[in-house]
């Protein structure tokens, strides 16, 4: 059992510029999550997929957010146009649709700067 | 919708002291409660869960938790606190009515002090 990765760990980038995240889920693991967070806060809840269906979202994933789960096995999320506000902590988490088992494994997560 | 308050920012403790984290919730429907670690410039780690059943939850690393349904909290708790306990917590939630997205808490700085 290797964990969540996510790559890469570290995004600088300029505004205006689009940029590409990757998250690879624990293998067996049919829902993944992609959460954003701040310095000093607590995750935020940005949208989950189960296999390759995006079943939710939530309203701080503007329109220039998309994600993608193509084969229900990694996950990509990317922000078009990045702002300053973008800067933040991408975590990616992934969970077994097992009863009793409701923990999400978290991924160290990518860290994006905005200039 | 469903909230979960850490009122303490930061909490210190020194070594062999027993440590505890706060946390209280809010959810329309039944809770599904989380306590997750997240040491620098790594990712959260999960510890513990309460689901269903005995309202002590044991976890990882000597944690445990208290479900208390009247007063909506699940405070983390260890007895005797080491110096490597010392890292950020949070506390989440899951309201098996609203989907499966967890909703964190604010965290709260935890430094044991030798």
């Known amino acids: 059992d290797t964990g969540v990765s996510q790559n890469p760990r570290h995004k600088i980038t300029k505004r205006g510029q689009n940029v590409t995240f990757r998250c690879d889920p624990i293998s067996e693991h049919n829902r993944l999550y992609w959460y954003r967070q701040t310095l000093g806060q607590g995750p935020e809840f940005l949208t989950y997929f189960q296999n390759e269906a995006q079943l939710e979202k939530s309203r701080l994933l503007s329109d220039r957010f998309s994600a993608e789960r193509p084969k229900g096995s990694f996950s990509t999320l990317e922000i078009q146009r990045t702002e300053q506000g973008d800067s933040a902590m991408y975590l990616c988490?992934?969970?077994?649709?097992?009863?009793?088992?409701?923990?999400?494994?978290f991924g160290p997560g990518t860290r994006l700067t905005v200039t | 919708a469903q909230s979960v308050a850490q009122p303490e920012d930061q909490v210190n403790v020194a070594e062999g002291n027993p440590l505890t984290v706060k946390c209280t919730y809010s959810?329309?429907?039944?809770?599904?409660l989380f306590w997750y670690v997240q040491y620098p410039n790594r990712g959260l780690q999960f510890l513990l869960k309460y689901i269903t059943g005995d309202n002590l939850v044991k976890g990882s690393y000597g944690f445990e938790a208290e479900f208390n349904k009247s007063q909506t909290s699940f405070h983390l708790k260890k007895p005797s606190a080491l110096v490597s306990d010392s890292a950020l917590y949070f506390c989440a939630v899951r309201d098996w009515a609203a989907g499966n997205k967890l909703t964190f808490g604010g965290g709260t700085r935890v430094l044991v002090k030798p």
């Open positions: 959810v329309s429907g039944n809770p599904y």
């Open positions: 988490a992934s969970s077994l649709a097992l009863s009793g088992s409701y923990e999400q494994y």
